[in-house]
């Protein structure tokens, strides 16, 4: 069936699941202070990464598809500003571990998110010198994103094309 299915896992109904481990306790999705903590570190304001987790398979796990969706109405964009920092590596870890976890189905805010977070996508690709093109690597950043959001999940304009 289209689409193929990208979540990790099935059946997880809460907002997360408990970790396998302890030390993987995630903040409410309320905390936006504990999530940027967790997606960039400490040091958010600096642009370095200072105690930030990485994604992994096991941690992206702990997020329930809803939980993953409202992470991404709350810090996508924020997330995107990182591209060309420092950070960028890790920020694309995670919009690419949170868009794992989303539902192909979705509801209007998170459309509206992901039509912002192609927007903002594309206004960076553009903005981009032809000669970093090719070569930089936040470019692939940007086309992983640019592609997951515009063709997998249908948000993708007919002026895209």
Request: charged share 20%.
């Amino acid at each position: 069936p289209w689409p193929p299915a990208l979540t990790l896992s099935k059946g997880m109904e809460g907002a997360c699941a408990q970790p396998d481990h302890p030390e993987e306790s995630l903040p409410e999705l309320s905390d936006a202070v504990g999530w940027r903590s967790v997606l960039v570190g400490e040091s958010v304001e600096r642009s370095e990464l200072w105690g930030a987790r990485r994604p992994t398979m096991g941690l992206i796990r702990t997020i329930s598809p809803r939980s993953a969706a409202v992470l991404l109405q709350k810090h996508g964009l924020w997330l995107l500003e990182f591209f060309g920092s420092p950070a960028e590596h890790e920020c694309a870890e995670w919009l690419f571990g949170l868009l794992c976890r989303v539902d192909w189905l979705l509801d209007a805010p998170t459309q509206s998110a992901m039509r912002d977070m192609l927007r903002a996508c594309c206004d960076m690709r553009a903005g981009l010198a032809p000669a970093q093109d090719e070569s930089a690597s936040g470019v692939s950043h940007l086309n992983i994103v640019i592609v997951i959001v515009g063709y997998y999940f249908g948000q993708c304009e007919f002026e895209d094309y």
